[in-house]
């Protein structure tokens, strides 16, 4: 039962653009979300999470939003660099619980 | 991920053989995840373990895995008899307390071979 899906395994954009990384969930209990950034032969590194009770989250080059109504999060970078590259994890937990992770997606920000 | 040991980065192991994985968790921290990312898939909860205790193994496939965290020294997950299914990068996790939203922090993974 894959809880947190992200549908798009890879995702190439130029670099100056904006990158969108979607993620999808089914389970209405989870209330906090986070984005991970992962490089090869590296442990993954958090980069932006978000509360269920907001739909908007802010960091520098980086936006996570939530839709609640559609269980759907995507996370904006803008703009995109070429050391944005890696593999991007969507993960939802129940408060406090461990985190459910999505499959990934690689993007790949071309010069 | 300065902050989470994990030791061997690296481990070969034949068929039936023992693997045992350390990972240290951030200092401060007495919580520790461990997720298992086989080749193409994202990473898959295996324990969730405070000192002494174990809070979560739900994820722990039922036999031949086992986990720790003693009192004194790093969390260990052990591997008996281990078969070819088990080669995966096995990362650690930590957080501070396991009560509030917080993001974990994970170590750079152990990438255990089985041959």
């Known amino acids: 039962d894959q809880q947190v899906k992200q549908n798009s395994p890879s995702l190439s954009v130029q670099e100056g653009r904006i990158s969108i990384l979607n993620c999808d969930y089914t389970?209405?209990?989870?209330?906090?979300f986070l984005w991970y950034k992962k490089y090869p032969a590296e442990g993954p590194t958090f980069l932006i999470s978000i509360s269920s009770i907001k739909d908007k989250n802010e960091d520098g080059r980086f936006t996570v939003f939530l839709n609640k109504s559609a269980k759907h999060l995507s996370l904006h970078i803008v703009p995109s660099q070429p050391g944005d590259s890696a593999v991007y994890f969507c993960a939802a937990s129940v408060f406090g619980s461990r985190l459910t992770f999505g499959e990934g997606t690689q993007l790949t920000v071309n010069p | 991920n300065a902050g989470v040991m994990q030791n061997p980065r690296h481990l070969v192991r034949r068929r039936g053989q023992e693997a045992r994985l350390r990972c240290s968790p951030m200092k401060g921290h007495s919580h520790v995840y461990w997720y298992r990312q086989l080749p193409e898939e994202g990473l898959k909860f295996m324990v969730y373990l405070q000192k002494e205790n174990i809070i979560d193994e739900s994820g722990m496939p039922k036999e031949r895995f086992s986990a720790e965290f003693p009192k004194e020294g790093p969390s260990i997950l052990r591997i008996q008899q281990v078969v070819r299914g088990d080669s995966a990068a096995y990362f650690c996790?930590?957080?501070?307390?396991?009560?509030?939203?917080?993001?974990?922090?994970f170590g750079n993974g152990t990438r255990l071979t089985v041959t």
């Open positions: 996790a930590s957080s501070p307390s396991g009560r509030e939203n917080s993001p974990l922090h």
């Open positions: 389970n209405s209990m989870f209330d906090y």
